[in-house]
T-cell receptor, first 115, second 114 residues
């Protein structure tokens, strides 16, 4: 069974500081990995995805993530946090079944950005 | 660009009532997924459809049913509503060949059961 574990349900950083949100996966087959962001009372927006091309993936809003097979990790980073980054972040995993392949989400990490 | 459209955005029902949520996928997307997100929870997969056939089933209660119609829109029907059904219900659409299921989510329908 495939799953993702997000370490830390809440992360607080100062504006301008490095953002690091952790995600580890377990999958019996090569996974596809995603990071989604959810702002209050809104839907889920895709930040970036890993699909076995490049291990370092760049996404929107200055975020990036690195797939590390040896560590089964896909941590999300941003060099300098902005107040507008405050949101809930979900790591998700799926694999290609050739038809419909659902996403399985982690429990989420709430990012707080302080002045 | 067109996005996934969900209606209604907000719905208030009494216990034991019935509710229907609708989802209109992005044009040319033929897969639809339904997720339920309780307060402070991660989205839980309910059910999915590919080309109007059910393709996968998750933790969907027997009181719930769903289908995908010929125009690819989908409806989630919930009967005998319980307080615990209060949640944000997301619909997502995607293409089957989209490398492991990149999904595009709607804004969600918030169901409150009183």
């Amino acid at each position: 069974a495939q799953s993702v574990t997000q370490l830390g349900s809440h992360v607080s950083v100062s504006e301008g500081a490095l953002v690091l949100l952790r995600c580890n996966y377990s999958s019996s087959v090569p996974p596809y990995l995603f990071w989604y962001v959810q702002y209050p009372n809104q839907g889920l927006q895709l930040l970036l995805k890993y699909t076995s091309a490049a291990t370092l993936v760049k996404g929107i809003n200055g975020f990036e993530a690195e797939f590390k097979k040896s560590e089964t990790s896909f941590h999300l980073t941003k060099p300098s946090a902005h107040m507008s980054d405050a949101a809930e972040y979900f790591c998700a995993v799926s694999y290609d079944t050739g038809t419909a392949s659902k996403l399985t989400f982690g429990t989420g990490t709430r990012l707080q950005v302080t002045l | 660009a067109a996005g996934v459209i969900q209606s209604p955005r907000h719905l208030i029902k009494e216990k034991r009532e019935t509710a229907t949520l609708k989802c209109y996928p992005i044009p040319r997307h033929d897969t639809v997924y339904w997720y339920q997100q309780g307060p402070g929870q991660d989205p839980q997969f309910l059910i999915s459809f590919y080309e109007k056939m059910q393709s996968d089933k998750g933790s969907i209660p027997d009181r719930f049913s769903a289908q995908q119609f010929s125009d690819y829109h989908s409806e989630l029907n919930m009967s005998s509503l319980e307080l615990g059904d209060s949640a944000l219900y997301f619909c997502a659409s995607g293409l089957p060949g989209s490398f492991g299921g990149e999904l595009f989510f709607g804004e969600g329908s918030r169901l409150t059961v009183l």
